[in-house]
């Protein structure tokens, strides 16, 4: 019998092969990160350069939008918060435990540009992604008085999230507080649907304000109103 010569790297070549694993998927919301509030200046610099869902929120009409832009230009008087605003800040990461729990939706402090046009901006408080790729989307408040439904300002504001990251469902989640404490056991919750009519007046009523915030008066981009951002599952 011929000698065999001892074929050792190719005897061990199976057993020690190394296993890469695939590229983490990336979806479609994630290539439109801009910042991330975790820095605070950059974010805020971001976000002053377009509409964010909190300018959203107040876009109730073009009166509004008249308002909203004198702010903007203005600034507010200089508020740097309240009692009610610190209580919410202490508490927002409280409840986003609890909807991490109970939901499993993941906090979130990404700010997202919508994929139609890069000054429109959202930040929502949490964030997870259904199997088919879509996001699903959180937004957590505190209130000192009980409510009969979500405040429509706030609605406002969950819609345009979901118009900027491309969602079709939002858990609004509050919690009540009596003299900043918290009334009851959980915070209270209901789920919010997409709402393409009312994304369409948004968008429109965002692209007059930045036209109100242009000194020149000329918009940088043609408006597109009926161009909402619904994606695929993968980018």
């Not at 876009?59 to 004198?70: E, F, G, H, I, Q």
Request: proline share 8%.
């Amino acid at each position: 019998m011929p000698d065999t010569p001892f074929a050792l790297f190719d005897l061990e070549g199976a057993a020690t092969a190394v296993h890469i694993p695939p590229p983490p998927v990336r979806h479609a919301h994630e290539l439109r990160i801009v910042a991330d509030a975790n820095d605070r200046v950059a974010w805020i610099r971001e976000r002053s350069r377009g509409i964010t869902a909190t300018d959203a929120a107040k876009l109730s009409s073009r009166a509004a939008v008249r308002s909203a832009a004198w702010e903007k230009l203005h600034g507010t008087g200089g508020f740097g918060g309240s009692r009610f605003t610190d209580h919410g800040r202490r508490r927002e990461p409280v409840i986003a435990e609890w909807v991490r729990c109970t939901h499993g939706i993941e906090p979130s402090s990404l700010l997202f540009h919508a994929a139609s046009d890069r000054r429109h901006l959202a930040t929502p408080d949490g964030l997870s992604v259904a199997d088919d790729g879509t996001p699903v989307l959180c937004e957590i408040k505190t209130t000192s008085r009980p409510w009969r439904g979500i405040p429509r300002g706030y609605l406002r504001q969950v819609w345009w999230q979901q118009y900027v990251l491309g969602a079709e469902r939002t858990l609004v989640v509050w919690e009540q507080h009596d003299d900043f404490r918290p009334v009851g056991d959980e915070p209270r919750c209901r789920w919010v649907d997409r709402d393409d009519d009312q994304i369409a007046i948004l968008v429109r009523l965002a692209d007059e304000l930045l036209l109100a915030l242009r000194p020149d008066g000329v918009a940088r981009e043609e408006p597109s109103y009926r161009s909402f951002y619904r994606p695929g599952p993968l980018a």
